[in-house]
């Protein structure tokens, strides 16, 4: 069976179970970015924080506590994340709040199911 290698601008709909088949090298290609993001500590603990705030939704502002890191760095590790489609942001008023793209969990969850739901 033949699959279809994702465009660059959504590797999350590369993101099948592994148990079911497995990757061709182009999906390989679409996915390593998402979890190389997502390899890196401080991307993480981003992550984490964006999806346990009230709301789902985080600014820079919200999350530079919880860090011992610049300013600018969060935002380059938060830059990182929006890139490979992880977040998505939202520009108001001086502030950008981030939250984490509705796809991107149950996406990155398939990948490691063993077992596909009948």
């Known amino acids: 069976m033949s699959k279809s290698v994702c465009a660059p601008s959504d590797a999350l709909e590369c993101c099948t ?6 990757m061709d090298a182009g999906q390989a290609e679409q996915v390593a970015p998402l979890l190389k993001a997502l390899g890196d500590p401080a991307r993480l603990r981003l992550m ?3 999806l346990s705030h009230e709301g ?10 919880s860090f011992d890191l610049s ?3 969060i935002s380059h590790h938060l830059k990182v994340l929006h890139d490979v489609g ?4 939202e520009r108001r008023g001086t502030w950008v709040y981030y939250s984490v793209r509705a ?9 490691f199911q063993t077992a596909v739901p009948a």
């Open 17 to 22: 179970s592994l148990a079911v088949e497995p």
């Open 48 to 50: 984490s924080l964006i």
């Open 56 to 65: 789902g939704e985080a600014c820079v502002c919200d999350l530079l506590p």
């Open 71 to 73: 300013q600018p760095t």
């Open 86 to 89: 992880l977040v998505s942001r």
């Open 103 to 111: 796809e991107a969990m149950p996406a990155l969850g398939s990948l």
